[in-house]
């Protein structure tokens, strides 16, 4: 189909942050956007005054007879009345990653995978391009907080830059010119069984490259050395390509001298904290780099980037209250944001809120999910967050709260979570989640105020 003669769009599923994104690129380009989701929410209510028409029951009636293609979502259930219906209609129908794909095909192509990282390593690019006058379109998986929205639209691009999803195996549409990958730990064991099957997808998304294309990876991940593409990895190491040296923790603020080749930019001060958040500094100063952006140009990027809404992010940070939300939903993750948050503020009651996500990864992690969470101070279980799965018997967040090794543990009700935090008065509170728990964070950054 020629993208080109589509005017009317439908997007199911349209709510979800890499479809919006998605359908905020065509409504720039004019096209009539419309689309369906379970629930409204901050993101679908801001699509609508962008002029998008969203309804939110599975409702054929409310689908424009004048529809041309349908874009969907693979955590839209097989048993949803819409999607069985475009699948007899005879209006063409694609998946998600496969138009992502479609517009990676003829257009200088930036995609970044991993685990985790991704999105703060896309969004982190992204700003370095767009202040440095380049002309980027960016589609990340996250709301950046320097533009408040998910997108970057400036058409014509020179460059376009994606997420690459390694869920479903999504990724493997996509054919860049760079890519990124930064990390590959197990997860999505419901899609891939086991580590070598994943493992075997990324080698498979890095084999996609583009004749002469660059490979940019994180130097722990060492199998990817025996990939043919040029290649550059990045990390804390001395033998990483792209590395950070001297850092320090100065006021609250990660200050460190990024070392690439010849190039040294020295005393880069980052408004996100973490040694996680320097290693994603990395890889955006060396996809930056390669590009052709100056060094000084890559600075005042990375030092004026202000993060992606729940990634780490500050809600409160004033007197004896702090409140920080993040989306880590992997154990990794949560190691991560646990360690910088000690590192911030050390010596301090810190309170953890986690809201498992998905009843597959609960099951499949649950030891790595203990261990990361024993060495808060205290810690909160939610249920867990359902997404697209029906329950598992026997799988619940009790089966991570009966392997952490730490007495200070309780299940709380997501309902009764605001009163039991008020009455707790938590001294530095950080809520770690990629289910529904970001709804919440705004009630409880009020209630916080409040008191």
Do not use: W
Request: glycine share 6%; aromatic share 8%; proline share 4%.
């Amino acid at each position: 189909m020629n993208l080109l003669k589509v005017n009317n769009l439908y997007f199911l599923g349209i709510g979800g942050i890499g479809m919006s994104a998605l359908a905020r690129y065509f409504r720039q380009q004019g096209k009539v956007i419309s689309g369906y989701d379970l629930t409204p929410t901050p993101l679908t209510e801001q699509l609508e005054k962008e002029g998008m028409k969203i309804h939110y029951v599975e409702d054929i009636s409310k689908v424009s007879p004048d529809t041309d293609l349908v874009v969907y979502t693979p955590a839209i259930p097989d048993d949803n009345r819409e999607l069985k219906y475009f699948k007899q209609s005879g209006i063409p129908l694609i998946k998600r990653a496969r138009m992502l794909g479609r517009l990676t095909q003829n257009q200088f192509t930036i995609a970044v995978a991993g685990t985790h990282g991704k999105t703060s390593i896309s969004a982190m690019t992204a700003h370095i391009f767009n202040s440095a006058g380049k002309k980027i379109t960016a589609l990340v998986g996250g709301i950046m907080n320097n533009y408040h929205s998910n997108v970057i639209l400036n058409m014509p691009a020179d460059y376009l830059l994606v997420e690459a999803d390694e869920f479903d195996r999504s990724f493997l549409e996509i054919q860049p010119e760079v890519s990124v990958i930064s990390s590959m730990d197990a997860d999505h064991l419901d899609i891939y069984h086991n580590k070598k099957e994943m493992t075997k997808s990324f080698l498979d998304f890095a084999g996609k490259l583009k004749e002469d294309g660059l490979l940019i990876h994180h130097c722990s991940l060492k199998i990817f050395e025996s990939i043919p593409s040029k290649k550059i990895s990045y990390g804390i190491a001395t033998d990483a390509g792209v590395k950070a040296e001297n850092i320090r923790v100065h006021e609250g603020a990660f200050i460190f001298d990024l070392v690439f080749d010849e190039t040294v930019i020295k005393d880069i001060r980052m408004a996100i904290p973490g040694y996680h958040y320097i290693e994603n500094a990395l890889a955006a100063a060396a996809v930056s780099l390669e590009s052709g952006i100056q060094p000084q140009d890559v600075k005042q990027g990375l030092e004026t980037f202000r993060g992606v809404e729940r990634r780490f992010e500050f809600r409160i940070r004033a007197g004896k209250t702090v409140f920080i939300d993040d989306y880590a939903h992997h154990p990794e993750e949560i190691r991560a944001t646990i360690r910088a948050v000690k590192s911030i503020f050390p010596g301090r009651k810190i309170t953890g809120v986690f809201q498992p996500h998905l009843f597959s990864r609960t099951r499949d992690l649950a030891d790595e999910f203990a261990a990361a969470l024993q060495p808060l101070d205290e810690i909160i279980l939610l249920p867990v967050y359902p997404a697209r799965e029906k329950p598992i018997l026997g799988v619940d967040s009790s089966l991570i709260f009966d392997k952490i090794n730490n007495a200070n543990k309780k299940i709380v009700k997501k309902d009764e979570l605001v009163n039991y935090l008020e009455k707790e008065t938590p001294e530095v509170l950080l809520t770690m989640g990629a289910g529904d728990i970001g709804l919440m964070v705004p009630q409880i950054e009020k209630m916080l105020k409040e008191k």
